[in-house]
Each structure stands twice: as C-alpha cells, then as structure tokens.
C-alpha cells in the first residue's frame, strides 16, 4: 500500500487519505478545507496524527497511512497501513460501545472512555494494510 505522498488529500468518493510512515522527520499540513472543515496532520515513522477543527480525530504509533477514511455518526471506516504492527486511537462519542472489525471480521466490542477515546491493535506485516470499520453499537 502506497503512502499518501500529499500528506492529506480528498479522495473523489468524498473520504479522505493521510499519513506517510516513510518519512523520517516529522511532517505536518494544517488549514487543508475539506467539507466545510478544517483539517491538520502531523505524520512521520514515529506517529501519525489527525485533527478537524482543533480537535483530535485519528493517532497511530506507529506513523501509519490511511486511506479513504470516512467518519459519520454511527460509524468510522478507513484502511490502514505501516511497516509493522499498528494501534490506534479514535475520537468517538464518550462512554460508549463500538464493535470492531478488521477485514470484515468482528474483533469484539469495546467500550470508549470518558474522552472518547478508542484505541485498537492491528498485527500487520510490513507494508501490509488492514480494512477497518467501527460501529457504534
């Protein structure tokens, strides 16, 4: 799976796709519009990071590439990428259930925190992607 070499871009199909895992130092790209909102992302091999308006969307350490993230109220699916395995973190509603799946297959539920925050593993090989869905429960 290929990085996202414009650090952050709108896909035609109305997602978006960011990250690149291959940089060394870290990169960042702020006031990219998309949708009415204002997007950041701060990516290098360490982490990657994304934000909308000022608030925290998507982290994964390792730096990671997503491709065709789409986030509505009931759900968030994209496909992830790293050179090794992966976890990341969403923000999603507080105090909540989502099932989790990983190429169509249910991971199990989980519950967010008081912040919202919902983190997952994903053991991948190296450059390896995984099809990821959250759904609230």
């Given at each position: 799976m290929a990085?996202?070499?414009?650090?952050?871009?709108a896909?035609?199909?109305?997602?978006?796709?960011f990250g690149d895992?291959?940089?060394?130092?870290k990169?960042?790209?702020?006031?990219?519009?998309?949708?009415g909102d204002?997007?950041?992302?701060k990516?290098?091999?360490?982490?990657?990071?994304?934000?909308?308006n000022?608030m925290f969307?998507y982290?994964?350490?390792?730096g990671?590439?997503?491709?065709n993230?789409?986030?509505t109220d009931?759900?968030v699916e994209f496909?992830?990428?790293?050179?090794?395995?992966?976890q990341?973190?969403?923000e999603l509603?507080?105090?909540s259930?989502y099932?989790v799946?990983i190429?169509?297959?249910?991971?199990g539920?989980m519950a967010?925190?008081l912040s919202?925050?919902l983190?997952?593993?994903?053991?991948?090989?190296?450059d390896?992607?995984?099809?990821?869905k959250?759904v609230?429960?």
């Open positions: 990085t996202v070499k414009e650090l952050l871009r896909e035609e199909d109305g997602t978006l796709s895992y291959t940089l060394a130092s990169t960042k790209l702020d006031n990219f519009e998309f949708e204002i997007y950041k992302v990516t290098f091999a360490e982490i990657t990071k994304l934000e909308k000022g969307v982290e994964s350490v390792p990671s590439a997503v491709e993230f789409k986030e009931s759900e496909e992830v990428s790293a050179p090794e395995d992966v990341f973190t969403l509603e507080p105090d259930e099932e799946f190429d169509g297959t249910s991971a539920k967010t925190n919202g925050k983190s997952v593993s994903i053991e991948l090989n190296p390896e992607s995984a099809a990821v959250v609230k429960c």
